[in-house]
Antibody, heavy 121, light 107 residues
Framework: QLQLQESGPGLVKPSETLSLTCTVS??????????WGWIRQPPGKGLEWIGS???????YYNPSLKSRVTISVDTSKNQFSLKLSSVTAADTAVYYC?????????????WGQGTLVTVSS | DIQMTQSPSSLSASVGDRVTITCRAS??????LAWYQQKPGKVPELLIY???TLQSGVPSRFSGSGSGTDFTLTISSLQPEDVATYYC?????????FGGGTKVEIK
């Protein structure tokens, strides 16, 4: 059974960089044609797609965040990571990693449990 | 970007009622539309994709329809365990976008 698990600091100071890692178990991140994604959800609000990455390193980012986002992949560790720079309180959210049902332009059927990141001094 | 608008933003219905949630795209998206259920404090779960295809394991009281710009999610007989917020998501192109959500409660 595929499992995804987010990890990283739960508290980040304003103007600093948020860094999270998603560890995939129960399957290889590089053995199938999936674009692995990051989605976030501010407390009490809706879902926002941040970006997605293929095991080769090819990425797609949400234009609203593109200038601040970097998503990378480490196939040797079966992980992919998110970096969001120059954070503000508006970046406080639960961050999820997820896998689509197939390929790239598809909905997500496997999600991590999510990790709350609070931006505060 | 293509915007997704859900209505209503919340609803209250009785157990056994038929519930309908709508999602409208600002441009045509064919049938590249999914529905998710998010129970309080839980992770979103995929219910329906391709506008009307039920994800494996999802109860048959859930159904989806529509194409182009107008879509609906229907719960044929509302159950207590259906209390959740429901989101539509288009995946016709990047950026992937979600609707604002519809909170469903039991009356």
């Amino acid at each position: 059974q595929l499992q995804l698990q987010e990890s990283g600091p739960g508290l980040v100071k304003p103007s600093e960089t948020l860094s999270l890692t998603c560890t995939v178990s129960g399957g290889s991140i590089s053995s199938s044609s999936y674009y692995w994604g990051w989605i976030r959800q501010p407390p009490g609000k809706g879902l926002e797609w941040i970006g997605s990455i293929y095991y080769s390193g090819s990425t797609y980012y949400n234009p609203s965040l593109k200038s601040r986002v970097t998503i990378s992949v480490d196939t040797s560790k079966n992980q992919f990571s998110l970096k969001l720079s120059s954070v503000t309180a508006a970046d406080t959210a639960v961050y999820y990693c997820a896998r689509p049902i197939s390929g790239w332009y598809n909905p997500f059927d496997y999600w991590g449990q999510g990790t709350l990141v609070t931006v505060s001094s | 970007d293509i915007q997704m608008t859900q209505s209503p933003s919340s609803l209250s219905a009785s157990v056994g009622d038929r519930v309908t949630i709508t999602c409208r795209a600002s441009q045509g998206i064919s049938n590249y539309l999914a529905w998710y259920q998010q129970k309080p404090g839980k992770v979103p779960e995929l219910l329906i994709y391709a506008a009307s295809t039920l994800q494996s394991g999802v109860p048959s009281r859930f159904s989806g329809s529509g194409s182009g710009t107008d879509f609906t999610l229907t719960i044929s007989s509302l159950q207590p365990e259906d209390v959740a917020t429901y989101y539509c998501q288009r995946y016709s192109s990047a950026p992937l976008t979600f609707g604002g959500g519809t909170k469903v409660e039991i009356k």
